[in-house]
Nanobody, 123 residues
Framework: QVQLVESGGGLVQAGGSLRLSCAAS????????MGWFRQAPGKEREFVSTISLTGAYTYYANSVKGRFAISRDNAKNTVYLQMNSLKPEDTAVYYC????????????????WGQGTQVTVSS
């Protein structure tokens, strides 16, 4: 089992920044690719970003490319999502997720999920 706990969400004005953190415990963190997903009210959960085991490879949804940055610190068992130039349409609950080995953009391929953290961007 892998336990994931997100933090760092909150209320921010459009154009502002937030940094989300996701702390992992339970298994060897470096054996898991990590992903960030989000879910707005009435919408399906959608992919935001993913990072490979070592952090050498990252991938982003087109909607956040150039504004968000994913990173990980395997010594601290933590993955981060730096969110800049936030827009009202970024408002959602943000979830981190873990899967063994290879990174992915697909929700159903992730085995472990955090409880989510709310991000609200006001206009």
């Amino acid at each position: 089992q892998v336990q994931l706990v997100e933090s760092g969400g909150g209320l921010v004005q459009a154009g502002g920044s937030l940094r989300l953190s996701c702390a992992a415990s339970g298994r060897t963190f470096s054996n898991y690719a990590m992903g960030w997903f989000r879910q707005a009210p009435g919408k399906e959960r959608e992919f935001v970003s993913t990072i490979s085991l070592t952090g050498a490879y990252t991938y982003y949804a087109n909607s956040v490319k150039g504004r968000f940055a994913i990173s990980r610190d395997n010594a601290k068992n933590t993955v981060y999502l730096q969110m800049n130039s936030l827009k009202p349409e970024d408002t959602a609950v943000y979830y981190c997720a873990a899967k063994r080995m290879t990174h992915s953009t697909i929700v159903s391929e992730y085995n472990y999920w955090g409880q989510g953290t709310q991000v609200t961007v006001s206009s």
